[in-house]
């Protein structure tokens, strides 16, 4: 890896590998990946992206339906943009070599139906659409000549300096662990593109790799983040002891699967008039609460009243995942929980990716745009990374054009070389694990002041005893995401804290109502507004 690249980006989902082929045109461009280059959220994506494509469908349906789901917190300017650029994004997946499920007359793109969508709008590939997406795009980013794919190189922290009272960004800190090697990247433009976070939470339908990362690295750097108590639980995985959560798409409950207690009742037209297809924070809502009355480990998902052929046909990755683990749902109830899923909070940017610091840009999940405001509509994240990483892609080559060079920067690595004590991993994976029961148990979907409070006592233990290790032993993937783990931890309690109401996905016992004086107020957190990392620089 060179020591200077035009564009250095971090994280190949599709946000990143879309925003990589744009810039590539203007200058030499890095994309760097922790894990292997296709292992991302976006490589598991299974609804597909929402897009108005029908003629009976319009931009304004989906935008009503967007703000309704996003509860009085949407940026409506920013939703219009992203919901009007849809039908491009499609055009120009297409035409890298996506390949989306059409109608049988082969002409018209076959679109399913999600939580909250009035109308038939997800283009989709079968359920596996995310993988279908990542592969096309990575395999254009791998036969471009000014691109650099590197894999298994994991960003640390973002180099930056001050000029005339601005951050500005001039690169990235990055390690190599197969050979423990740290590199300065110095970069003109950086992209952090490293999705969500899910992974804070005991139970979740992300991949290893979302442990906000890049949301930690950008707070850290002195931006801002907002909305980070928006943690969305999608309502429908299958969670069987000793295997790993495999999400149920939404689009099932689309074709017509119906959510049932173990005795076999519906139950979804007791909590909202679209029932099974109500937007995804009251499904989640009511499993718990059903849950809860019940004393039951799971709800079922119906899907036998469905020909089995066409099962197979529309979703044959969860026919053959669930068959897997026993389950014919073409014959069997599938017992179904929630678990994390998408935050949708993050780092402050405006639709075009600008963040408070210069030269940084930020999309995809790792971003806060406005677009998905309290709750998120099914399937528009894919929309919004692959919209704004375009919007981001056009405002970074402007930006390169008249950079100018960067002051001198500050290129000591951020951790002591020397640090090397062995044999004490224990201490992360028992804080990891500390972590995510935390975070499922007392910041969940249903929450309370008491047990914020508590969340926030006890990881701000779990954060000293984490920090100490960070600096006294050699730098390793597993404390570089712990660490970042637990900011983001913190900034999840932090702002559940401050949103004194429930509205979208913050349900809070003690104050169950919407606050009427809070329409349109996003929860804003920097460094120096925060009441938990004043004292603390990590
Ligand atoms: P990702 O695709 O998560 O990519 C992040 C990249 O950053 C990865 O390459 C990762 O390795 C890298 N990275 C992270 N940290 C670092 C670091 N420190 N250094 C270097 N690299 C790093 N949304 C929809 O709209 N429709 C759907 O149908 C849908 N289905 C979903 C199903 C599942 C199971 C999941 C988990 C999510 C789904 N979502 C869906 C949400 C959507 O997939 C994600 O929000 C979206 O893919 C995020 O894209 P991204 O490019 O921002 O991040
Ligand atoms: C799903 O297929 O249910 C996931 C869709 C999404 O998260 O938008």
Not at 106 to 112: D, P, Q, R, V, Y
Not at 439 to 462: F, N, T
Request: net charge neutral; aromatic share 8%; charged share 25%.
């Amino acid at each position: 890896m060179r020591d200077y690249y035009d564009f250095l980006i971090i994280g190949s989902g599709i946000a990143g590998l879309s925003y990589a082929l744009k810039v590539a045109e203007y200058g030499q461009t890095a994309v760097i990946t922790k894990k292997q280059a296709t292992e991302s959220s976006t490589n598991y994506a299974q609804g597909g992206i929402a897009t108005v494509t029908s003629p009976l469908d319009s931009f304004d349906a989906h935008l009503a339906d967007t703000l309704n789901a996003g509860a009085g917190l949407c940026h409506q300017d920013v939703v219009e943009t992203i919901v009007k650029a849809g039908p491009e994004c499609i055009r120009n997946l297409i035409d890298i070599g996506v390949k989306f499920t059409y109608n049988k007359n082969g002409k018209e793109l076959s679109l399913g139906r999600e939580g909250g969508h009035t109308h038939k709008r997800v283009v989709h590939s079968a359920d596996l659409t995310g993988r279908e997406i990542e592969k096309a795009l990575f395999t254009a980013c791998q036969e471009h000549k000014n691109i650099s794919l590197f894999s298994d190189h994991i960003g640390v922290d973002l180099v930056t300096y001050d000029r005339e009272g601005k951050i500005y960004c001039g690169g990235v800190f990055v390690f190599n662990p197969e050979n423990q090697n740290r590199l300065t990247v110095r970069s003109a433009i950086t992209l952090l593109a490293t999705g969500g976070a899910g992974q804070i939470y005991r139970h979740t339908t992300n991949p290893r790799i979302a442990t906000g990362d890049g949301m930690a690295m950008a707070f850290r750097a002195g931006a801002a983040v907002a909305n980070m108590e928006f943690v969305q639980f999608h309502p429908t995985t299958i969670s069987l002891i000793g295997k790993k959560t495999f999400l149920i798409s939404e689009a099932v409950r689309g074709e017509g699967g119906i959510l049932k207690t173990a005795k076999g009742t519906a139950f979804m037209e007791k909590y909202h008039p679209m029932k099974d297809l109500a937007p995804r924070d009251i499904v989640a809502r009511a499993i718990d609460s059903e849950l809860k009355k019940s004393g039951d480990d799971t709800v079922f998902l119906d899907i036998r009243h469905l020909s089995s052929d066409f099962v197979k046909k529309r979703f044959p990755n969860i026919y053959i995942k669930c068959l897997e683990a026993g389950i014919d749902i073409t014959r069997d109830l599938v017992p179904v929980v929630p678990a994390a899923h998408y935050m949708c909070g993050g780092v402050v940017t405006n639709v075009k990716g600008r963040t408070g610091i210069q030269r940084l840009y930020v999309c995809g999940e790792t971003a806060c745009t406005g677009m998905h405001g309290a709750n998120r509509l099914a399937s528009n994240s894919l929309l919004e990374a692959v919209a704004t990483a375009q919007f981001a892609a056009d405002e970074s080559i402007s930006d390169f054009k008249y950079r100018t060079p960067p002051d001198a920067l500050r290129l000591d690595f951020p951790h002591p070389t020397h640090a090397n004590r062995p044999r004490e991993r224990v201490i992360l994976t028992h804080n990891r694990r500390e972590l995510k029961r935390l975070m499922w148990d007392c910041v969940g979907i249903v929450r309370s002041s008491y047990l914020l409070h508590e969340a926030l006592e006890k990881i701000e233990v779990i954060r000293d005893s984490v920090d100490r290790y960070f600096f006294s032993h050699a730098l390793s993937y597993p404390s570089l995401e712990l660490r970042n783990m637990i900011t983001v931890g913190c900034l999840v309690i932090e702002s559940a804290l401050r949103r004194k109401e429930s509205r979208g996905l913050q349900y809070l016992l003690d104050y169950p109502d919407l606050d009427d004086r809070n329409w349109k107020k996003d929860t804003l957190i920097d460094r120096k507004g925060s009441s938990i990392w004043q004292n603390n620089i990590n």
